[in-house]
Every structure is written in structure tokens, then in C-alpha cells.
């Protein structure tokens, strides 16, 4: 109310709306709703209320009540065509939200607290006091309610509000400012060290990303926010912690075929020289289908058989050299592969050759007679199926599906 207040007062007046929450948390929630409404509409305001039901969303996804309430107001808010969105944290907040981040074991990134400005969102009254709000309040007569749940102490940030601050006070009075100045010198390192983490050669698509081993060698506080900035890129921003970021960047040092699992249906693995985030990997049912031509829908995808190249990768085989009795299927027990040129060998060392990561090879189809693979799909074709001059050419193209 004090900032709403601040621009009405405005001069020139600005153009801006109002949104306000109804977290359906407290039996007056409504009405408070309402008050902030009228108040709007006697001073030519444009105000909407968005309801949102905070209890139901944190039993469905498992998070607390503060977590939830956070992002549903955010969802209210973000869809908003505007300029600016002008949230009214003041500085006691700002000093709370930093110690609640410490509490909880979070890094410099947590540890930086609110800023001004953030993307869209503006903080106009974060260098005030809640001293000094109430203080604009009362000696320009805004009218404000009091939400009841904020004084219950089962609330974390109300804990610490009404509890732990106080107790910190009488070591220092200056304990609110201290803790901003904290923060604003902790924002100074995050940023060095967020500067010296470069991606360029981090490659993000299709909803995965792939981190180079080069990137993940480097001191651990740069390593650590070159998979922060990752992730960024894929549009990940909550719910990871610093075990999370620890262990991706483990894997550099892991087997190959090596994954962890991560928030957000995501699993990191190491690919040879890099670890890729992404999507945790479908796992494909095995399969055997009689060799044809024509478009073949598999569970990894689309495989071609013609006698016409179509767009993209094609190997080409000599359709006399196929035995009648090819299949295609995946892979199994007992395989080996006879690569273009000679030299057999079993095809799951030929694929670990060829650097295809442990959780692709079984999406790979193959041109099988028998144990003896004719056609590594996508990859390559055997001795045995090479063409001459007097082939009868296939050419055969796989396209992956998503997973």
C-alpha cells in the first residue's frame, strides 16, 4: 500500500495497473482482496485479482506452503504485458530472504539476496527500512490491513522475523544494514566468478545440453557455475542444490555410461568427453521385424529403405548381398560386426569405438542375419553389404525420435 500510494502521488503520473494475490491461505484473504480494490478504484486504478489455491498445489508437487505461494504469485504475475513489475520488498526483507538462504546451506548465488532490479522486476522501496515504511504510512494516512499468518512462527522467514532478529539486534543494532552490506559484497564475487564461467562451448538443443570435460576440469567454483549457466539455457533455474551441481560435475571423472539423476525429470551422464544434461532417456522394447522397404516406424524412430536417397544421412548397401533372412531389430547378446574395410570384431566394443554413448546403443536399429550385423543404422554398413559397380543399391536412412 505505501508503494501503490508513492504512485498515485507520481507526478507525471505513470501508467500502471494493479495485481493482487489471493493465496486462499486465511478466511479474509478475500476481503483483503477487495479492500486493495476499492482502494484502487477510488483513485482511478486498474486492479485485478488473481486466485490461486496454495494448499493444492503444495500437496500435488510436495513443497512447502512459503515455496508454493512463491511461485503461483509468480505465475500470476509473469504473463503480465508491462514494462516493469514493482514488487515492495523493503530492506528487512532483504536481510531476511539472505539469512534464510544461508540457513540452508545455499552458495554465493543465494547468499546475494534481493537486487533492485531483476529482469522485469523492480524493487523501488528495497533501500527502506520496514521502519520507515510504516513511517511513509502513517504520516501520509495509507490505509493498510494486517495479514494474520504473519505472526506465526511456523513460518521460516516469520521465525526469523520475530525471533532471531531481535536476539541479533542486541549484539548489533545495525544487524539489518550489516547483512544487506553482506550481500552486496557477496554479489560482487558472484559476478567475477559468474563472469569467469564462459559457455560458448556448451551446446544446448532439442531440450538437452552437452558440457565439454574442459569446462568441468576448471576450478570448482567456475566449473560449478558453468552447470548453472547451463541449465539457465535449458530454462532451469529452481530446485537445485549444491550436491546436484557437485555431482554432474563429477561425472567427468566417471565411467563412461555413467548418470545421475536431477530435478525436473532430468539426468546428467557421462558421454566419453563431455557430460550431457538432458530428459531422462527412454528405455526402448526390443524388437525384430522382417527386412522391407518403405518407412518403418520404430520405438527410436524412423527408419527408410529405398531405392532412392531421401534428405539426410544415407548409407548405401547392395540389396543382392541382404539374406533373405534379415531382420531389423536391436541389438543383443553374441553380435558382431565386420566393419567397411574388414576387421570383426563384437559389435559392443565397435560402438564403444565409435564414442555412441551406453544409453543410445539400444535405440540404434540394426540390419541383423543372425548374430552377423549387416547395417549399424545411422552409423555404418558391413564389409559384407558394400556395393560395386553392378550393385542393386538401398539406401537406408534412420531419423531419432525425441525422447
Known sequence: MAMLDMFVRHEPKLHFSVVTVDHSLRKESGSDCLFVQQWCAQHGVKCDIVKVDVNSYCREKGVSVETGARILRYEALNGRQCDYICLAHNKDDNAESVLMHIIRGSGLKGATGMQTFSGKYFRPLLEMTKKEV????????????????????????????????????QINGNVIDNIVQFAENVALDQQYLTDCAVTDEVVTGEGKAFIPDSLLRQHPAVAYRVVDKTLAAMGVVNDFNRTHYLSVIALKDKQSGSRVDLPHGLTAYNDYNGVTICKSFATHSDYSLPFKEGYIQLPSGTLYVGKRPVEGFCLRVDAKKIPPDAVIRTRSEGDVFTKFGGGTKPLKKFLIDKKIPARMRDAIPLIASDNRILVVCGVEIADSVKTDDKSEIYYINFTKGKN
Not at 510504516?134 to 501520509?140: A, G, H, K, P, S
Not at 495479514?147 to 539486534?169: A, E, G, Q, W
Open 134 to 169: 510504516l513511517q511513509y504510512c502513517q504520516d501520509n494516512a495509507v490505509p493498510f490491513v494486517t495479514d494474520s499468518t504473519n505472526s506465526d512462527c511456523n513460518y521460516t522467514r516469520n521465525f526469523l522475523r520475530h525471533k532471531v532478529i531481535p536476539l541479533l539486534k
